[in-house]
C-alpha cells in the first residue's frame, strides 16, 4: 500500500540483481539524491515501462458507461431490503461512473436522495435533488422528487420553501393531472402539524450550552505560538546534539491540555483494498473506504461528488473538487491507475511536489546537480534546486538558519520549506530500497512527460480534463523527479498514520464496537518534530485531517514532549519495538520504559501479560513467577495464570456475545463479564490508556441500558476523564457520554420504599 505493489517491486528488485556489478557499486555508492536518480532514471527500458502499464490496468478507475445501470439496480436491491446506507453508497459507485447531465448521472442522484431521506440526511437529500436537476432529471419522474423535497424543507422548519413548493406541486398536478390528490393533503396535514412545532420552537429563547461553548473554546490553540506555528505557547523549538530537533515544554502543563492543532500538509486517502479487473467479477459492490470518505478534506459522507474525468477520486462537496482539481488532481487524473500501483508515497510525493507550485521551471538541460543551479533561469526554480542541494554541504550560497525548517527570521511553519528539510536518511536506506525509489519516480515523470505533450496535441482549446499537464510543470522532468524522490525517503519516518474510529457491529446492539483503521497517510512538518517514546507523554487524535496532539500526563517544564511512532510499550516488547524502530526509522531506543525492560530482560525472564496481585508491580520469572517488587513476597505459577487468562478471554467472549445480541435482560451478565475484561486491559495497557477509555465507555453503555443509574454514572466519569484526555470534547465517545449522563441525571428520583 505505501510502497509499489508487490510485482512491481519483485520486477525491479530482480532488475537490480542482473545489473553489472559495477553499476549496482555505482548507484549503491552516490552521494547526492540527484547522482542517485538519475543513474537510476537511465535504467528504465521501454519493456518495463510497458510491464508497469499492464499493472496499472488491474485498476478500474476510468469512467464505464455501463455501470451505473448495474450499480442502480443493485442500489436498488438494498433500497428494498431497507438498507438504505448500502443503497446510498451503491448508487454512489454508479455516480461515480456517470458522465455530466446525462439522464445516468441524475437518476442515481435522485435515488440516492431517496435513500438519504430514509437514513434522516435531509440537508443532503435536498443537494442531492439540486444535483439530479442540474444534471437534466426527466420531467416525468420530477413530481415524484419534489413531493419529497418539500418533505425534507418541512422536516427542517423551512416552510416557505416547503410552502412554495407544495404550492408548484399542486399547480403542475391540476394541469397535468399526474397524481392522487390525497397525497397533497397527507403533506399539507403534516405541513399544517409541524408549522405549528416549528413557531413553538421559534419561539423559545436560544441558549448556547456551558458545556458547548467551553468545547468550542478548546477546538483551537488559545494563544498564538510565535516559534512554531500551530503549536500553544506552552512548548519551544530546541535542537539536541543527539536527538536533532525537539520541542520541550517551557511550563508546567496538565494531563489533556493541547500543545499540537496542526492540519496536514498534503494526504492522500489509503486506497484499501482497490477491485481488478475481472471477466467474473468486472464492478466492485462492496463498500470502501474511498466511498465514504472525501479524497480532500477526509470528512465522512455518504453523498460524495465525483470527478468528471474519473471514477475513482470523490469529494463531500463541489468545492473540495474544484480545490483539489485546481491543486493537484487535474494533474493526477489521468494518472490515477499508475499511482495506485506505485503506492501511496509515490502518490504522496507527486502531490507535495505538485503543491510546492514551481509551475514555471525554466527549459534546462541539466544532468549533474551543478549543471542545474549554473542553467536555471527561473527565480522559482533556483529556490527548488537551492532546496535540493541544502542536504548536500556543497553551496556555500544556501542560507543556514540555526534550526533547518525555519525560515530567515527563525520561525517554523507548516509549509513547504518545512516538509523538505524533514530527513531523507539516505545513508541508511538500502540501494535496493532507493533504486525502487528511483525508478518508480522516474516511471512516473516519464507518463507526466507523456500527459504534457498529449496536452500540447489537443491544442489551446481543449477541455481542462484534457489539458492536465502544462508545459512548463515539465519543462526538466529531472528536478521534479528529484524533489519526489527525496519526498518519498522522507515518508518513511515522517509519514503520519491518519486514522479514525470505524463503528462495527449492528445498530440494534446495546453497545457500540469499533476499531481503530487507516484512513489515509499524511505528512505534519509540525507533528514530525516530536521524537519517540515507547511510553509518551502525549496522545494523539485526528479529525478530518487536522492532528490533534495532547497531554497525556502531566508534563513538567524544561521534559521534552514525547509522541510514540507505534511501537508502544503496552502492545510490543522490548525487543520487537526495537526492531521494529531499527528497521523503519533508524535508531536505537533509549527512552525510559525500554532501559528499565532491558534491565529486567538481563535479570530473566519475565511474564508480561500480569501484575502482582498485592503491589501491581510485573511479575517476574519462568514457570514460577514472582513480584518484581523485592519487598513484595508474592508469588504464583504460571500454569495458573494461563488458565486464570483463559479463563477470562472466554468470560470477555461471553460479554461480546450478549452485547451483540442486544438482549436487555442479561445487561447484568454483559457487566460482570466486561468488569473482568477491565482487568487484562488494565494490566496490559494501563490504568489512564486510551484502551482502558475504550472499554470504560461499552462498560457505560451496558450499565446505561440496564438503567444501573448510580454504576453508570461513576463509570460514565471515569471513561469521560481518560477519554478527554486522548481524544478531546469533540470526539464521538465523549458526546455519547455526555447524552447518557444528561438523561440518566434528568431522570426522576426513585420512591423509597415503605418502611418496615
Known amino acids: 500500500m505505501d510502497l509499489p505493489v508487490d510485482e512491481w517491486k519483485s520486477y525491479l528488485f530482480q532488475k537490480w540483481t542482473l545489473l553489472p556489478k559495477s553499476v549496482q557499486v555505482t548507484i549503491s555508492k552516490a552521494k547526492t539524491l540527484s547522482d542517485i536518480f538519475l543513474h537510476s532514471s537511465s535504467l528504465l527500458q521501454p519493456e ?48 461515480s461512473h456517470s458522465k455530466p447531465n446525462t439522464e445516468d448521472i441524475s437518476l442515481c442522484y435522485a435515488n440516492r436522495s431517496a435513500a438519504l431521506f430514509h437514513l434522516g440526511q435531509y440537508e443532503m437529500c435536498l443537494e442531492d435533488i439540486i444535483r439530479a436537476q442540474t444534471h437534466g432529471y426527466p420531467e416525468r419522474l420530477q413530481p415524484k422528487m419534489n413531493l419529497r423535497k418539500a418533505e425534507c424543507l418541512v422536516t427542517l422548519g423551512k416552510l416557505q420553501e416547503a410552502s412554495q413548493t407544495v404550492s408548484d406541486l399542486e399547480s403542475d398536478f391540476a394541469a397535468k393531472q399526474t397524481l392522487a390528490a390525497s397525497s397533497f393533503q397527507i403533506l399539507q396535514k403534516n405541513l399544517h402539524r409541524l408549522k405549528k412545532k416549528v413557531q ?46 525537539c520541542l520541550i515544554a517551557t511550563k508546567d502543563i496538565l494531563p489533556g491540555e493541547l500543545l499540537v492543532k496542526e492540519d496536514a500538509f498534503v494526504s492522500v ?10 471477466l467474473e467479477n468486472k464492478w466492485d459492490t462492496k463498500i470502501a473506504i474511498g466511498d465514504l470518505y472525501c479524497h480532500r478534506c477526509l470528512k465522512h459522507t455518504l453523498a460524495t461528488v465525483p470527478c468528471d474525468g474519473c471514477s475513482y477520486a470523490k469529494y463531500c462537496s463541489q468545492e473540495c473538487m474544484q480545490q483539489a482539481w485546481e491543486f493537484y488532481h487535474s494533474v493526477e487524473c489521468p494518472l490515477g491507475a499508475l499511482l495506485l500501483t506505485l503506492g501511496v508515497f509515490c502518490h504522496v510525493a507527486l502531490r507535495l511536489t505538485l503543491l510546492t507550485r514551481f509551475e514555471d521551471v525554466g527549459k534546462v538541460t541539466s544532468k549533474l546537480r551543478d549543471e542545474i543551479s549554473n542553467n536555471i533561469s527561473s527565480p522559482k526554480s533556483k529556490n527548488l534546486v537551492k532546496m535540493l542541494n541544502y542536504d548536500q554541504e556543497e553551496n556555500d550560497e544556501v542560507v543556514k538558519t540555526p534550526i533547518p525548517g525555519c525560515d530567515i527570521s527563525g520561525k517554523y511553519e507548516n509549509n513547504y520549506n518545512a516538509v523538505f528539510n524533514l530527513l531523507p536518511h539516505t545513508e541508511n536506506h538500502s540501494p535496493e530500497h532507493k533504486f525502487l525509489c528511483a525508478l518508480s519516480v522516474s516511471a512516473l515523470c516519464k507518463e507526466l512527460e507523456a500527459a504534457s505533450s498529449r496536452a500540447l496535441a489537443t491544442g489551446p482549446n481543449s477541455s481542462k480534463l484534457k489539458a492536465t499537464v502544462t508545459p512548463e510543470l515539465c519543462a526538466d522532468l529531472n528536478i521534479w523527479g528529484v524533489a519526489m524522490l527525496r519526498h518519498m525517503l522522507q515518508l ?33 512538518p509540525v507533528v514530525s518534530l516530536l521524537n519517540h517514546s515507547c ?92 513480584c518484581g517488587n523485592r ?37 447484568q451478565k454483559s457487566a460482570a463479564h466486561l468488569q473482568k475484561s477491565l482487568r487484562v486491559v488494565e494490566a496490559r495497557h494501563g490504568p489512564s490508556s486510551v484502551e482502558m477509555g475504550h472499554e470504560l465507555f461499552k462498560l457505560a453503555q451496558v450499565l446505561f441500558n440496564g438503567f444501573a443509574v448510580p454504576e453508570a454514572l461513576n463509570t460514565i466519569q471515569k471513561a469521560e476523564k481518560i477519554l478527554l484526555v486522548h481524544c478531546g470534547p469533540w470526539s464521538d465517545e465523549i458526546q455519547e457520554l455526555q447524552k447518557m449522563r444528561s438523561f440518566l441525571l434528568d431522570l426522576p428520583p426513585i420512591p423509597a420504599g415503605p418502611l418496615g
Not at 496 to 518: C, D, F, P, W, Y
Not at 601 to 611: L, N, Q
Not at 633 to 657: I, P
Request: aromatic share 6%; with cysteine.
Open 48 to 95: 518495463d515501462e510497458i510491464f508497469l502499464k499492464r499493472l496499472s490496468r488491474d485498476y478500474l478507475v476510468e469512467k464505464d458507461p455501463n455501470a451505473p445501470l448495474f450499480y442502480r439496480e443493485k442500489g436498488n436491491n438494498k433500497f428494498q431490503e431497507k438498507d438504505y446506507t448500502g443503497a446510498a453508497v451503491l448508487y454512489s459507485k454508479g455516480i
Open 200 to 245: 413553538e420552537k421559534e419561539s423559545l429563547p436560544e441558549t448556547f450550552p456551558p458545556t458547548l461553548a467551553k468545547a468550542f473554546e478548546d477546538m483551537d490553540l488559545k494563544e498564538e505560538n510565535e516559534q512554531i506555528s500551530s503549536v500553544s505557547p506552552s512548548v519551544s523549538l530546541c535542537t539536541d546534539p543527539l536527538k536533532g530537533r
Open 269 to 278: 486517502l489509503n486506497p484499501g483494498e482497490m477491485p481488478h479487473h475481472s
Open 492 to 524: 518513511q519516518c515522517n509519514a503520519q498514520a491518519i486514522t479514525t474510529l470505524q463503528h462495527t457491529g449492528s445498530k440494534e446492539s446495546i453497545i457500540a464496537n469499533s476499531r481503530q483503521v487507516r484512513l489515509a497517510t499524511g505528512i505534519f
Open 535 to 626: 511510553s509518551p507523554n502525549t496522545s494523539m487524535s485526528f479529525t478530518s485531517t487536522v492532528a490533534t496532539i495532547r497531554a497525556a500526563q502531566r508534563i513538567r517544564k524544561g521534559q521534552e514532549i514525547l509522541h510514540c511512532y507505534g511501537p508502544h510499550q503496552n502492545r510490543m516488547g522490548v525487543a520487537e519495538r526495537q526492531q521494529k524502530l531499527r528497521s523503519q526509522y533508524f535508531f536505537d531506543c533509549s527512552c525510559p520504559a525500554c532501559h528499565t525492560e532491558e534491565l529486567r530482560t538481563a535479570a530473566g525472564p519475565r511474564w508480561e501479560a500480569f501484575c502482582c496481585n498485592s503491589c501491581r508491580t510485573i511479575m517476574q520469572g519462568d514457570d514460577v513467577l514472582s
Open 631 to 667: 519487598s513484595c513476597t508474592e508469588s504464583v505459577s504460571r500454569d495458573h495464570l494461563v488458565s486464570r487468562l483463559q479463563d477470562l478471554q472466554q468470560q470477555v467472549g461471553m460479554a461480546q456475545k450478549l452485547l451483540r445480541s442486544g438482549k436487555l435482560g442479561d445487561w
